[in-house]
């Protein structure tokens, strides 16, 4: 594409440059979202006053995200002629694997954040809850980011299926999977990184912990109205995303209501970003200086079994993720690039 924006070539094979898209396009959701997994498994389980409950099974997590996040971008191409069935089988069932390091996440965090729970004085089966520190708002935007993932979380398990995706695909469900997903899991946990780290940096204490609250408590209900809206606005009507729904002539009436709920959701989180700017500059700018430095929460493991040598070596994981990307996309490449057709003419947008 770069060629071609250059006016240097005449034209693109759109196939092949999709196929180009996808395969960074995919994994380059996980630099965003490994950040988060970072401080969910080594940070919150001490602000929540507790332990990490397995530091082997948030090994196991990453090294699995290392395996299986890049040979799945077929996922994104089932309906694109040229790509053989077989080929987006396999990508399938590589996404299917990629989901498994969320759903032991979910587990494993759960229950380091008991951990906290009850050593803060909480009994039963969900009593602990409540004595989790909610007027915290770095804890409490990273908890409600987790609680938004795991919604997104299963409307990505319906992409992954080839006969769903055929339902809601290039709809809106899609924006509001990844609303939950990107804007949800990885934007607000890294709000609620920010309320402990700016302070941290800048020597002053945060100038608002309220509005730092009403700001975590804002971006949750706005992410529940807009996904919900977009993704019920896919699924029931197949309203196309990627396009000004206000103005197109096949809008009907019958969507008002999930456009209404998008409208409501997107007012609550455009309030949430003002309120997050709001405390972040106000504490550089007037915030009280610290008596003492902010201590960098770093969880300790509940669990003091020895980590076993093939989860702490770097090889046998690197080079299956390797291997793995070979497997799912060199000969589909090999067979693109030998039969590429630079048919799609270009343009200048300036």
């Given at each position: 594409l770069i060629p071609w924006s250059l006016g240097l070539i005449e034209g693109v094979d759109p196939l092949l440059a999709r196929t180009y898209f996808w395969f960074t396009g995919h994994p380059l959701v996980y630099f965003w979202l490994l950040p988060a997994y970072v401080s969910w498994y080594g940070m919150m389980p001490k602000q929540a006053g507790g332990k990490l409950?397995?530091?082997n099974l948030a090994r196991l997590v990453f090294w699995l995200f290392l395996l299986l996040s890049t040979p799945v971008g077929f996922?994104?191409?089932?309906?694109?002629?040229?790509?053989?069935?077989?080929?987006?089988f396999i990508h399938?069932?590589?996404?299917?694997?990629?989901?498994?390091?969320?759903?032991?996440?979910?587990?494993?965090?759960?229950?380091?954040?008991?951990?906290?729970g009850r050593a803060r004085g909480g009994k039963g089966w969900?009593?602990?809850?409540?004595?989790?520190?909610?007027?915290?708002?770095?804890?409490?935007?990273?908890?409600?980011?987790?609680?938004?993932?795991?919604?997104g979380g299963i409307s990505g398990i319906t992409n992954a299926s080839y006969n769903m995706n055929l339902a809601v695909h290039?709809?809106?469900?899609?924006?509001?999977?990844?609303?939950?997903?990107?804007?949800?899991?990885?934007?607000?946990?890294?709000?609620?990184?920010?309320?402990?780290?700016?302070?941290?940096?800048?020597?002053?204490?945060?100038?608002?912990?309220?509005?730092?609250l009403a700001q975590a408590w804002?971006?949750?209900f706005g992410m529940i109205f807009f996904g919900n809206g977009m993704h019920l606005l896919g699924l029931h009507f197949g309203a196309p995303r990627r396009t000004m729904l206000g103005a197109a002539?096949?809008?009907e009436a019958a969507w008002n209501m999930f456009t209404t709920e998008s409208l409501v959701g997107v007012i609550f989180l455009t309030i949430s970003a003002?309120?997050?700017?709001?405390?972040?500059?106000?504490?550089?700018?007037?915030?009280?200086?610290l008596d003492k430095p902010v201590e960098m929460p770093v969880a300790e493991s509940y669990d003091e079994t020895p980590t076993p040598k093939w989860l702490d070596t770097w090889k046998g994981w690197l080079y299956g993720a390797v291997a793995l990307v070979i497997l799912a996309y060199a000969p589909m490449l090999y067979t693109l690039i030998s039969e590429m057709q630079l048919t799609s003419p270009g343009f200048r947008v300036w």
């Amino acid at each position: 594409l770069i060629p071609w924006s250059l006016g240097l070539i005449e034209g693109v094979d759109p196939l092949l440059a999709r196929t180009y898209f996808w395969f960074t396009g995919h994994p380059l959701v996980y630099f965003w979202l490994l950040p988060a997994y970072v401080s969910w498994y080594g940070m919150m389980p001490k602000q929540a006053g507790g332990k990490l409950f397995s530091e082997n099974l948030a090994r196991l997590v990453f090294w699995l995200f290392l395996l299986l996040s890049t040979p799945v971008g077929f996922h994104h191409q089932y309906t694109d002629p040229g790509i053989p069935t077989a080929w987006k089988f396999i990508h399938a069932i590589f996404t299917y694997g990629v989901a498994f390091p969320s759903l032991i996440t979910a587990f494993t965090v759960a229950a380091s954040l008991e951990t906290g729970g009850r050593a803060r004085g909480g009994k039963g089966w969900f009593g602990w809850i409540r004595k989790l520190p909610w007027d915290d708002p770095s804890y409490t935007a990273q908890n409600f980011a987790m609680i938004l993932f795991a919604f997104g979380g299963i409307s990505g398990i319906t992409n992954a299926s080839y006969n769903m995706n055929l339902a809601v695909h290039n709809t809106t469900w899609i924006p509001g999977h990844f609303h939950l997903t990107v804007g949800s899991a990885t934007t607000l946990t890294f709000f609620g990184i920010a309320y402990w780290m700016v302070p941290k940096l800048s020597g002053r204490k945060l100038f608002s912990r309220k509005a730092a609250l009403a700001q975590a408590w804002t971006w949750l209900f706005g992410m529940i109205f807009f996904g919900n809206g977009m993704h019920l606005l896919g699924l029931h009507f197949g309203a196309p995303r990627r396009t000004m729904l206000g103005a197109a002539p096949y809008r009907e009436a019958a969507w008002n209501m999930f456009t209404t709920e998008s409208l409501v959701g997107v007012i609550f989180l455009t309030i949430s970003a003002i309120l997050f700017f709001y405390v972040i500059i106000t504490t550089v700018l007037f915030g009280k200086k610290l008596d003492k430095p902010v201590e960098m929460p770093v969880a300790e493991s509940y669990d003091e079994t020895p980590t076993p040598k093939w989860l702490d070596t770097w090889k046998g994981w690197l080079y299956g993720a390797v291997a793995l990307v070979i497997l799912a996309y060199a000969p589909m490449l090999y067979t693109l690039i030998s039969e590429m057709q630079l048919t799609s003419p270009g343009f200048r947008v300036w």
